[in-house]
């Protein structure tokens, strides 16, 4: 697969550390931004790269030269002029007939790329791109999508918005060779704006999300951020062909206050500590995966999008406070009948209800976890079933004894305690 890397930003905002030189070229952990992403992608069969060069490209292409020493091939588009974030991407019009990998040149990642092309390859689309969680959504652009991954919405910074998502575009993006049709002349253009969201109204666009490492250099602090976890190897180790670890985590009761039926969004309050919980299971590399029964679909008290939109303040709530969950499974089936107004579809006897550990082994799946190495957190019995009976450790929320788990008063508690015994 050909690699397009974009290499031509100055990186004003973060000059402190930058220098006077390419922002692509800044020195991470002895090696600039560039090497890191040619050699992550070397490391799983790239070899094929294209430098599109701009502020002082003469110093990355002294730097790379034909790639040889890497043992990759590299050549150069230079904009003579600036060309936007796409423009550059006309002079691939007769040299790409395959699907190609376009990526920002000041990002630091380590992601299955196999995993991310079956999803293109799956989804038909002209574009997919890889979309993930982080810690500060509110100031990110945010990727609004459909249950199958097409993009229905783009919200930019600046754009008013609701309870959301944490769904943002990371800067990873697979193309189809077709795409570059739209370019007959060397212009400034940018890859957002001018590129992509257009494809939204013709259902062109999906996104890929997950939680693998992906983080930008756009501020001195993330920049120091991302030095430490290079050298603590969370990098590597978010990696989805890596076995994974999880906190699974209830919802009700655990990460925000118990309600009974929880059917009216203005009820959901997290939890005091419930954030803090959270963000720690970010920063030590472990996955945050919320697992809950929510029988109010099959009893027909909300319904699916009333139910997502619930979940999309709970996003809303942790990223404001610099936390996020990597992904939320729920059971929607209820086997009891007799409610006003049930949906009879959801009324059956399913593998995913909890005590039933359905919703943590589907999760296991998706994500390549080791059971063994993760704890399932929830306030009730049912919790403590589905975790055993998926293989996973347990931990109970309140003050009840239970067989052969520990037991905390809240889940800030358990985070700070599991962790420090590395026990996982």
Not at 23 to 46: A, D, F, N, Y
Not at 272 to 283: C, H, Q, S, W, Y
Not at 319 to 345: K, M, S, T
Not at 390 to 395: P, R, S, Y
């Amino acid at each position: 697969m050909k690699v397009v890397i974009m290499a031509g930003g100055k990186g004003t905002r973060i000059a402190s550390v930058n220098g006077d030189i390419p922002k692509p070229m800044i020195q991470v952990c002895g090696k600039p931004i560039l090497q890191h992403q040619i050699e992550c992608l070397k490391g799983q069969g790239c070899e094929d790269f294209v430098l599109v060069t701009g502020y002082l490209g003469h110093v990355i292409k002294d730097y790379f030269q034909d790639g040889s020493r890497f043992r990759v091939g590299v050549s150069y588009i230079e904009e003579k002029e600036p060309l936007g974030t796409a423009g550059a991407l006309y002079y691939l019009k007769n040299d790409v007939a395959e699907d190609f990998l376009l990526i920002n040149g000041d990002i630091i990642f380590d992601v299955d790329i196999r995993r991310f092309y079956a999803v293109h390859r799956q989804n038909g689309a002209l574009a997919t791109i890889f979309t993930h969680p982080n810690s500060h959504p509110y100031d990110s652009g945010l990727i609004v999508t459909e249950a199958d991954g097409r993009v229905m919405g783009w919200l930019n910074r600046e754009d008013e918005r609701g309870w959301h998502k944490n769904c943002v575009n990371a800067g990873l993006h697979m193309l189809s060779p077709n795409i570059l049709k739209c370019f007959d002349k060397p212009v400034k253009r940018d890859l957002d704006r001018d590129v992509l969201k257009p494809l939204i109204e013709r259902r062109a666009l999906s996104a890929y999300q997950s939680p693998e490492y992906v983080k930008d250099m756009g501020t001195p602090d993330r920049y120091c951020a991302v030095c430490h976890d290079i050298q603590m190897g969370l990098v590597k180790r978010k990696n989805l062909a890596v076995k994974q670890k999880a906190f699974f985590l209830d919802r009700d009761g655990t990460i925000n206050r118990h309600v009974g039926f929880l059917t009216n969004i203005h009820d959901f309050e997290l939890l005091e500590g419930a954030a803090e919980a959270v963000r720690l299971i970010n920063k030590h590399g472990y996955l945050a995966i919320v697992v809950t029964n929510q029988p109010v679909i099959a009893r027909g008290d909300i319904s699916l999008e009333e139910l997502q939109e619930i979940h999309n303040k709970m996003e809303t709530l942790l990223g404001r406070e610099g936390a996020y969950v990597d992904d939320i499974f729920y059971c929607p089936h209820h086997p009891d009948r007799g409610f006003p107004g049930e949906r009879l579809q959801y009324k059956i006897e399913c593998g995913c209800r909890k005590p039933n550990p359905g919703l943590i082994l589907e999760a296991a799946e998706k994500y390549n976890i080791d059971l063994s190495q993760s704890i399932m957190v929830g306030d009730g019995i049912n919790d403590v079933e589905a975790g055993k009976r998926a293989g996973c450790k347990t931990a109970f929320i309140g003050t009840q004894k239970v067989e052969g788990t520990a037991l905390y008063p809240d889940l800030l508690t358990c985070v700070k305690q599991t962790l420090e015994k590395h026990s996982l």
